[in-house]
């Protein structure tokens, strides 16, 4: 194991993907993930698990059944377990880390991505000390 801080920053240069989280860190059975996210994603839940958003540049939208949810820099929110919801960015680009917690790697429960059960499962991983290997 390593002592030493994860720059986040950093961790953006890495890669330019959007709607592909990258494990940074685990805390117990959390996987802390960044993610660039650019336009919408799907109505989805995730059944067993709340989710974390941080916005860290950006502004990012998390749409909910009833009322939506702004989210500028330094500002999170938790999507709490089994809540259909959906992230969109209004303006630029929305870069946040989330926490999923449960069996590494949650899969989301969406629709209309048929590769969000694979892109979950072949998560690139962007800290080796995070992820044992």
Sequence with gaps: MVNRAVDLADKFTLFAEHFSPKVIARLNDYEIKLVRIKGEFVWHTHPDTDEL???????????????????????LFVVPRSLVSRVITIWGLARAPSTRRGPRPVITSGSGRPADSQAAADTYRLNPAATGR
């Design 53 to 75: 958003f941080l916005v860290i540049d950006g502004s990012l939208t998390i749409l909910l059944r009833d009322g939506n949810v702004v989210l500028r820099p330094g500002q």
